[in-house]
C-alpha cells in the first residue's frame, strides 16, 4: 500500500508540475508550485516511513513551513502590489500501513486532485480542488504513515507535520485566492469568454 501511495503522489506532482508550465496564468503557476510543494512534504514523510527513520520527518516539517512561508510571503507582495495607490491606480503587480486501513481512497485523491487543477476550467475552481484535495489527501496520508512507525517519536513528528499542514494549507489557498482576487482576477460571465482572463 505505501508503494501505491508513492505513485499516486508522484503522479499528482507530475501533474501539478504539467499545470505549472501549462499556466494560463501567474496565478495558476502559484497554485501548481504551492500543491507540488505540499505532495513534496508527503513523499519525504513516506521516504522516511520506507527507511524507517524520523529524521526524515523534520525534514518533511520544515519543508513545509518554507513552502507555507515562501507562499503567503508572496502573496501578501502580490496583494501589496494590487492595491490602488495615492492616485487610484493600481500597481504592476504580478500578473505497510493497517491491513484495515479504512483510508484506502488516499492514493485516489491525490490523483484526483492532480487532475483536478489541470482539467477545471477556471482558476478559483482549480484552487479549490488543490486546496481541499491536498488537505485532506495530506491527512490521510500522513495517518495512514502513522502505523508504520507505531509508538515512538516518529509518530508525534507525523503529527506535528499533519497539524502543521491542516492550518497551512487552508491558509495558502485563501492568501492566493485573495491576493488574485484583489489583483483583478475575475472569471469569464459568460461561456466564450477565455478561462481566468483578468478583467
Request: include cysteine; proline fraction near 7%; charged fraction near 15%.
Amino acid at each position: 500500500m505505501l508503494a501505491a501511495v508513492g505513485v499516486a503522489i508522484l503522479v499528482a506532482m507530475g501533474l501539478a508540475l504539467a499545470r505549472t508550465l501549462l499556466g494560463p496564468t501567474v496565478w495558476d503557476r502559484i497554485l501548481a508550485v504551492n500543491s507540488f510543494g505540499t505532495k513534496t512534504v508527503l513523499l519525504i514523510a513516506l521516504i522516511g516511513a520506507f527507511e524507517g527513520r524520523t529524521d526524515y520527518l523534520d525534514v518533511a516539517l520544515l519543508y513545509a513551513l518554507i513552502n507555507f512561508i515562501g507562499t503567503v510571503a508572496l502573496m501578501k507582495y502580490i496583494e501589496t502590489a494590487a492595491r490602488p495607490d495615492a492616485t487610484g491606480d493600481r500597481a504592476d503587480g504580478l500578473r505497510r500501513p493497517h491491513q484495515r486501513d479504512p483510508a484506502r481512497a488516499r492514493p485516489l485523491l491525490l490523483l484526483i486532485g492532480g487532475v483536478g487543477i489541470n482539467r477545471f476550467p477556471h482558476f478559483y475552481t482549480r484552487l479549490h480542488a488543490a486546496g481541499v484535495i491536498d488537505t485532506l489527501a495530506s491527512a490521510l496520508v500522513l495517518a495512514g504513515l502513522a502505523p508504520v512507525f507505531g509508538l515512538t517519536l516518529g509518530t508525534f513528528k507525523l503529527a506535528l507535520v499533519l497539524i502543521f499542514l491542516l492550518f497551512t494549507s487552508p491558509t495558502a489557498c485563501h492568501a492566493l485566492a485573495r491576493a488574485a482576487h484583489l489583483s483583478g482576477l475575475r472569471e469569464p460571465p459568460a461561456p466564450g469568454e477565455t478561462p481566468s482572463s483578468p478583467s
